[in-house]
Each structure stands twice: as C-alpha cells, then as structure tokens.
Nanobody, 121 residues
Framework: QVQLVESGGGLVQAGGSLRLSCAAS????????MGWFRQAPGKEREFVAA????????LYADSVKGRFTISRDNAKNTVYLQTDSLKPEDTAVYYC??????????????WGQGTQVTVSS
C-alpha cells in the first residue's frame, strides 16, 4: 500500500513556474514507477509525465514536453514536477500516482488527492 500527498499547487501568471511535490508513505517507494496526471474542469484526466523507479527513464505528454520536468528523490520518498512556461491551458487539478512495473502512461495503482494549479492569462 502506498499513500500519496501532493503539494505545491497555486495561482500563477502565464509564463510562470510552480514546483509540485508528491510525498509517498511506505518503505518500498523506490520500487514504484511514478506519474503525474491532470484533470481540467469538464475534461477527462490526462497523462502528464512519468518516471521509472530508478529515475533514469522519463516520459512526457507532447503538450508539456520541454516545459515540465519530472524527478524523484528516493531517499525522501518524494517525486517532483517542475512546471515552467505555464499556460492558461495548464490549469487543472494535478495528481500523482504510483505503479509497479515498467514506466508507462497507464495502469497506475495508487493515487493522491490532487493539488490545484491555476494559470491566469
């Protein structure tokens, strides 16, 4: 069982940055691949980024490639999402998630409660 708690969301102007964090419970955090997803009002949840349990492999949605960076610190049981050059269309609730197995944009087992990111124009 893994429990996930996101933080770092907020209100930012277009072009700004936020660093989202996801703190995980459990001693086996380093065994899980981690991902970030987001859901905007009236839209389905969509994949944003993923990182392997080693941190050596990453995967990004085309919409955020070059602007967002996912990273992890297994010693701190934490995964991060650095969001730069934010756009109003990035406004959403951002969720982190954990999964066993290879890095992927799908099939996650555990989810956090989410943190709101709002980008004003």
């Amino acid at each position: 069982q893994v429990q996930l708690v996101e933080s770092g969301g907020g209100l930012v102007q277009a072009g700004g940055s936020l660093r989202l964090s996801c703190a995980a419970s459990g001693r086996t955090f380093s065994m899980y691949g981690m991902g970030w997803f987001r859901q905007a009002p009236g839209k389905e949840r969509e994949f944003v980024a993923a990182i392997s349990w080693t941190g050596l492999s990453t995967l990004y949605a085309d919409s955020v490639k070059g602007r967002f960076t996912i990273s992890r610190d297994n010693a701190k049981n934490t995964v991060y999402l650095q969001t730069d050059s934010l756009k109003p269309e990035d406004t959403a609730v951002y969720y982190c998630a954990a999964k066993r197995g290879p890095i992927s944009s799908r099939s996650y087992d555990y989810w956090g409660q989410g943190t709101q990111v709002t980008v004003s124009s």
